[in-house]
């Protein structure tokens, strides 16, 4: 293996793990771009050693003869340990919270670029690309048909605007329990005021029908005692980690 491959096949596990490592560092998950490069140049330099390793030895026995018997051409021992020690990188990167289990997509993808690293050491070059394909395809399409086709709840910061009068605090817990949308919590802001001021209050709900949700969003808006309301989705950081 001349120097030219050496290069070329660290370059690659660059590219590899460096785009596959943006698309977390996007979605700011725990491990992302560097590690994710780091993974994969560590996997392609460790089986090039074992390959250098093999290399060594054989021209040690076209020397000496005797040295033949000290050679163990096993490649995969060195892949095997990577695999193995990659395993706590995984592991830092899956958080357990509230009974559910977060961070398992990203534990895998930085085994599967491993696997690519190892691919790219070894001169794999159709393997790797395949492999770099379908992670690819696993980690942008499947998310998009997975959002769209399964059926999961969104969460959402509601802040609403209103004049505390007829009872509009409670036609607005109504309207979102009546349509089958969650509140899972809400805070009261400046609480000792008189009817003719506006109050804030903060909705954090979950719903899995969001066209239903933006409907009767359009329904309290119409209210005249309605000022204001505003919408933020949730950050994911904190409530799903892929």
């Given at each position: 293996m001349d120097r030219k491959q050496v290069i070329f096949r660290i370059f690659l596990s660059i590219v590899v793990g460096g785009a596959i490592g943006f698309e977390r560092e996007r979605k700011n998950r725990p491990a992302g771009f560097r590690t994710h490069i780091l993974v994969c140049i560590g996997?392609?330099?460790?089986?090039?050693?074992?390959?250098?390793?093999?290399?060594?030895?054989?021209?040690?026995?076209?020397?000496?003869?005797?040295?033949r018997y000290l050679l163990s051409a096993d490649i995969s021992r060195m892949a095997s340990?990577?695999?193995?020690?990659?395993g706590f990188l995984g592991a830092g990167t899956i958080i357990r919270d509230k009974g559910s289990v977060k961070g398992l997509t990203t534990a895998a993808s930085i085994w599967v670029v491993a696997c690519i690293g190892i691919s790219v050491g070894l001169g794999f070059y159709f393997l790797s690309l395949i492999g770099f394909l379908g992670l690819i395809v696993s980690l942008i399409v499947f998310e998009n048909i997975e959002s769209s086709v399964i059926d999961k709840n969104k969460e959402y910061n509601i802040i609403i605007e209103y004049l505390p009068k007829n009872n509009v605090m409670e036609y607005i817990i109504g309207e979102l329990l009546k349509n089958q949308?969650?509140?899972?919590?809400?805070?009261?802001?400046?609480?000792?005021?008189?009817?003719?001021?506006?109050?804030?209050?903060?909705?954090?709900?979950?719903?899995?029908?969001?066209?239903?949700?933006?409907?009767?969003?359009?329904?309290?808006?119409?209210?005249?005692?309605?000022?204001?309301?505003?919408?933020?989705?949730?950050?994911?950081?904190?409530?799903?980690?892929?």
């Open positions: 996997s392609c330099i460790a089986v090039m050693i074992q390959l250098y390793i093999i290399q060594y030895m054989k021209e040690m026995i076209r020397i000496d003869g005797e040295f340990q990577v695999i193995t020690g990659v949308i969650t509140i899972k919590s809400i805070r009261v802001f400046d609480k000792n005021i008189n009817e003719d001021e506006t109050i804030k209050i903060k909705l954090i709900i979950s719903t899995k029908n969001r066209l239903n949700f933006l409907s009767v969003i359009q329904n309290l808006q119409s209210n005249k005692n309605i000022y204001d309301i505003n919408i933020l989705k949730i950050n994911r950081i904190k409530n799903r980690i892929l």
